[in-house]
Every structure is written in C-alpha cells, then in structure tokens.
C-alpha cells in the first residue's frame, strides 16, 4: 500500500484578500472588488499594459514576499520584472504593514535593495525557494532576469 502526499499550491490571491479587513478603506468606496484588484489596478495604472501579465507579476511578488517573511536570513533576490510586484506591495504601505502583521509576526519587513546587482545564479535559487514554500512559480518570470538579481542588503535586520 502506497500513500500518496497530497500537497496544494498557495493561491497569491486568497493570500492577499486575506488582509482585507486589515485595511478595509484601501477598497472602500474605489469601484474595486477586493485588494487583488487594486493592486493590478495600480500596476496597470503604472508599470504594466496588459492585465494577465499584471496579475502574473503581482502573484509572483506576493510569492516573494510571503517566502522572505516566513523564512528569515535565507539570501534571497529578484529580477526586474518580479521585482515590479514586489515594489507595488511594499509601496502601498498600509497593505504591506497588515502582510507584515500576518506573514512577520508583527514586524515591518525592511525592504534595503543593494545597489549592484547579482549575478550569481540567486533568481533562480529563490523561485525554487518560492516553489518550496508552496507557490506556483511563473517561470518565464523568473528565467527573463535570471541573470540579474536586485538582491536586498543583509546588513538591515529583518530585510528582503
């Protein structure tokens, strides 16, 4: 007799809806349905033209985030293009405090990017991170910048 483990990938979305009533008045009277579809929104508005590829991005950088607060100290690093999610997170801050609460126990995750970037190889090692903790990963994302890492700098506690 064989048991079979039955694993189930985390869904971004849920993920982010979840927060929700941390910080109700981000959708509160916006004509926007929940925080999934205000952050692709904000992306549209700004950084991406095509809604699949904003929801792509943005599912990857809740990924990331998510992975860099539940597994501290584990070197860590995106491309330009993920790295896009990440920054539409981090930049609506009263979202980003309430994953804060949620995935960091309570504590603001620093986000301190190094000035150079990487090319060691460390995209890639994080999108198998991603993978492990659960996450579908989007590899045509992560292979684009594979090579070209904007790696966080670990000198700042508690940093991604």
Request: include cysteine; aromatic fraction near 6%.
């Amino acid at each position: 007799m064989s048991t079979a483990v039955q694993t189930r990938t985390r869904d971004p979305r849920i993920i982010l809806n979840a927060v929700q009533g941390r910080v109700p008045h981000l959708v509160a009277g916006v004509d926007v349905a929940d925080l999934w579809e205000r952050e692709v929104a904000l992306l549209l508005r700004d950084y991406v033209a095509v809604r699949s590829l904003a929801e792509r991005v943005l599912g990857q950088g809740i990924a990331y985030l998510i992975t860099a607060m539940e597994c501290p100290g584990v070197d860590m690093g995106v491309g330009k293009t993920v790295d896009v999610g990440v920054h539409q997170l981090v930049l609506d801050t009263p979202l980003y405090f309430a994953l804060c609460e949620e995935y960091n126990g309570g504590r603001y995750k620093h986000h301190a990017p190094l000035i150079e970037r990487r090319r060691d190889g460390t995209v890639m090692r994080t999108a198998e991170l991603l993978r492990k903790n659960g996450f579908a990963v989007d590899d045509e994302l992560w292979a684009v910048d594979a090579s070209d890492c904007s790696p966080c700098d670990d000198k700042v506690p508690d940093s991604h």
